[in-house]
């Protein structure tokens, strides 16, 4: 059966718009006007280091900035018009001040140029843990700063949030929400939602079996 003229004629249409290099109007996302809307999925099997405990060796040489461990995920995203937005925080803590994600707002993981590919790549982070260690201020003086909570065993935990929605958040000093920065929005009809994915970055003597000084 021969399709419909009117048919051929958007075909035709379509096709030289795509030889000619215009662009095609992009389809904008729609949701369920009401009840709670599906956050993008962290694939949890496909993170890099696999291991939620990473064993940091706490005497590692060299500069702290030397010591680069690189963090990194991909999405499942069903609805492939929407752009997800992807957060990463160390130790977290919505009590104080310094709780604002590593990077500015408005990071986004646009949609799939052909509209069907649901998996999407979180650009990776590169972190360097001892940047973020406490220096003991006082006495005894430490060999190196932060190295007293180095081989106290200390911890940073690491987190990768995303979500297709946000809530906004105001001005400080006066934070919006009682988790600043990773509430998701809620109307009046829909609530979003967020996924977190989280490492646990742990210092141990050097010398322990499995320890590091970078990844990969």
């Not at 010591?67 to 609805?79: G, K, P, Q």
């Not at 009682?178 to 998701?184: A, F, G, L, S, Y």
């Not at 009809?189 to 322990?208: M, N, S």
Request: charged residues 15%; aromatic residues 10%.
């Amino acid at each position: 059966m021969k399709p419909p003229l009117p048919a051929l004629g958007a075909l035709a249409i379509l096709l030289g718009a795509m030889l000619g290099g215009c662009p095609l109007p992009q389809t904008l996302p729609e949701y369920p006007t009401s009840g709670t809307i599906t956050p993008p999925r962290i694939q949890s099997d496909n993170v890099t280091p696999i291991e939620s405990v990473i064993l940091v060796d706490a005497g590692c040489a060299g500069l702290d900035t030397d010591h680069v461990f690189r963090l990194s995920a991909t999405l499942i995203d069903e609805n492939t018009f929407e752009p997800v937005e992807y957060r990463w925080f160390v130790d977290y803590d919505p009590q104080r001040s310094t709780v604002r994600p590593l990077f500015p707002t408005g990071q986004f993981i646009p949609g799939p140029n052909d509209g069907i590919t649901i998996e999407r790549v979180v650009p990776p982070l590169d972190l360097q843990p001892y940047t973020f260690d406490p220096p003991l201020f006082g006495s005894p003086t430490e060999s190196r700063p932060g190295q007293n909570f180095r081989d106290g065993g200390g911890l940073h935990i690491v987190e990768l949030v995303v979500s297709n929605a946000f809530a906004s958040e105001d001005p400080a000093p006066v934070p919006a929400h009682t988790r600043p920065w990773r509430t998701p929005l809620k109307t009046d009809t829909q609530t979003f939602e967020t996924q977190v994915y989280r490492w646990v970055f742990h210092y141990v003597p050097t010398g322990t079996a499995g320890a590091l000084c970078s990844y990969p």
